[in-house]
């Protein structure tokens, strides 16, 4: 009875430390499987293309992260029921007020408990930046995004130069802004 118990306990633990390598090769390949024309991979890590995508703000509007190529963009996944989402917007608001910086503020709609909290949220916390709805999680998930919130800052040419994976505060935000180029 041991053996069996101590021989399945090892079985699980060989699945699933196969799964995990096979997952972790899997979900590398796919991040970088397109090259821009300029010669640098797309990617999710500093130094790649940021992955293009285009969301529906809230107001309905469409928008295209290439189409803002020659400015720099901060891209930040949260949803309304996040803790630290919640503690970080005042200071995006702040950073968006304060430099020359655009927010693509991208909301994890199919992870929210009611449509409606969305615009209720946005009021309340006073956001006047993009809030692009990711309704069927497809960005969050070309992303790769766990955990929430996780941000992006993009240079005028597109590239990645600071993932945060968390809450990022404004010192944090404005010391990074000026370390991009």
């Known amino acids: 009875m041991i053996f ?5 306990l090892i079985i699980i633990i060989v699945a699933a430390v196969g799964w995990a390598v096979y997952d972790f090769v899997i979900s590398g390949d796919s991040a970088k499987e397109e090259v821009e024309e300029s010669g640098v991979e797309v990617g999710l890590e500093v130094g790649d293309q940021a992955p293009d995508f285009e969301l529906e703000t809230l107001e309905g509007d469409s928008v295209k992260l290439s189409n803002l190529r020659g400015e720099r963009v901060m891209v930040n996944f949260w949803a309304t029921w996040c803790p630290p989402c919640r503690a970080e917007i005042p200071d995006l608001q702040k ?5 020359d910086i655009n927010i693509l503020a991208v909301n994890l709609t199919d992870t929210e408990n009611s449509y409606d909290n969305i615009p209720k949220f946005v009021k309340n916390f006073g956001m006047e930046f993009p809030v692009l709805m990711d309704e069927a999680s497809e960005v969050a998930t070309k992303y790769e995004i766990q955990p929430i919130p996780t941000s992006y800052m993009i240079d005028s040419d597109g590239i990645i130069q600071y993932k945060a994976m ?5 010192d944090l935000m404005i010391r990074e802004f000026e370390n991009m180029n």
């Open 4 to 8: 069996l118990k101590k021989s399945i």
């Open 166 to 170: 968390g809450a990022m505060n404004y």
């Open 95 to 99: 950073f968006h007020e304060n430099e």
